[in-house]
């Protein structure tokens, strides 16, 4: 092995930069060239490289976003566009490549990887649904992020005695909203994991309000509802006027945490030992403070569940 590539695909999450100088100088540390693809797939499909060096990568570190820009690739689904990218490595001579990115992005190295070229996944979006990783690169800033706008909103909803509701990312996954619930103080979490009753909801808020309290955070994931659409709910089945905040893709942006960089210096210089060592078709992920690999199909194969005792926790703090 002479030459790697990277790329970031998906949604971005702080640490991106951080994971693609690590990859870029563990790889010049091992003896290696690498080859940048803008825009993840679209990039390997367009020949848009960027050679990285070890230069080139400084003063990223702390940086959000991506320096390689990010895509969703419609045509690197298809098999031919699968095809037509292997063509492309092959062109650049280069022999493995690292994708950065969530569980649609692995999808796409996997199918490279059964083409029998050498991948290796980083797990990298704000989501943290990927199973074979305690944690992906991204969740923590964002939910760090959200955790402060939310202490912002507590503040005004308790001086007006007010009804918020805070819509977060998280189209199938409910991580983000769970763990800045409970970080928050909030009184409610909607997850597209669990089931939603308005009237149940109704009821809580009711009760809540007859022991006197006096404001109340509600925490929705996007893939539930839209705050609005739970607001005109509540209206209607319970008669409650709330003020709504979608935080959207504020979630995304932003300087990574400590942890953050941490975990994407790691998991980025893991996966370079792991091609050397030669392993390839896996991610690297970090569990229980260990870096450690899995088959990368491992990442949207296994189901990683919502922790329950976090949900009980919002639901008996939260009275
Ligand atoms: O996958 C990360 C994520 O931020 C999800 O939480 C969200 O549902 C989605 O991306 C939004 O994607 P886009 O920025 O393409 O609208």
Redesign the pocket.
């Known amino acids: 092995m002479k030459r790697i590539g990277v790329l970031t695909s998906?949604?971005d999450?702080p640490g991106m930069n951080a994971a693609i100088r690590a990859v870029t100088r563990t790889a010049i540390y091992k003896g290696l060239d690498v080859i940048g693809f803008r825009r993840g797939y679209e990039g390997l499909l367009d020949g848009d490289v960027v050679p990285l060096t070890v230069s080139s990568v400084g003063g990223i570190i702390h940086r959000g976003g991506t320096i390689l820009r990010t895509a969703?690739s419609e045509r690197f689904v298809k098999p031919e566009g699968v095809r037509e990218g292997l063509q492309r490595l092959k062109e650049y001579d280069i022999n493995a490549l690292v994708v950065i990115g969530?569980d649609g992005s692995f999808r796409g190295a996997y199918d490279l990887h059964k083409l029998g070229y050498p991948v290796i996944g980083i797990p990298g979006?704000?989501?943290n649904d990927m199973a074979g990783t305690d944690c992906t690169i991204g969740f923590d800033t964002a939910c760090n992020t959200a955790l402060q706008c939310i202490q912002k909103l507590r503040d005004t909803a308790s001086s007006h005695e007010r009804l918020f509701l805070v819509e977060v990312?998280?189209?199938h996954?409910g991580f983000?909203a769970l763990e800045a619930a409970v970080a928050a103080g909030a009184e409610y979490v909607l997850l597209p994991e669990r089931p939603f009753d308005i009237e149940d909801l109704c009821k809580k808020l009711h009760y809540a309000h007859e022991r006197g309290k006096s404001h109340t955070l509600i925490i929705v994931a996007?893939?539930v509802m839209t705050a609005s659409e739970l607001s005109s709910r509540l209206k209607d089945t319970g008669g409650y006027s709330a003020r709504i905040v979608v935080l959207g893709?504020l979630?995304?942006g932003g300087s990574p945490s400590s942890f953050d960089a941490v975990l994407a210096s790691r998991l980025g210089g893991g996966a370079i030992e792991a091609l050397v060592r030669g392993e390839a078709g896996v991610m690297v992920g970090r569990n229980a403070g260990r870096v450690e690999t899995h088959p990368l199909q491992y990442s949207w194969e296994t189901r990683k569940d919502i922790d329950e005792d976090m949900m009980a926790l919002v639901e008996m703090l939260g009275i």
């Open positions: 998906g949604g999450a969703r969530g979006t704000i989501d990312m998280g189209r996954a983000l996007e893939g893709h979630q995304r």
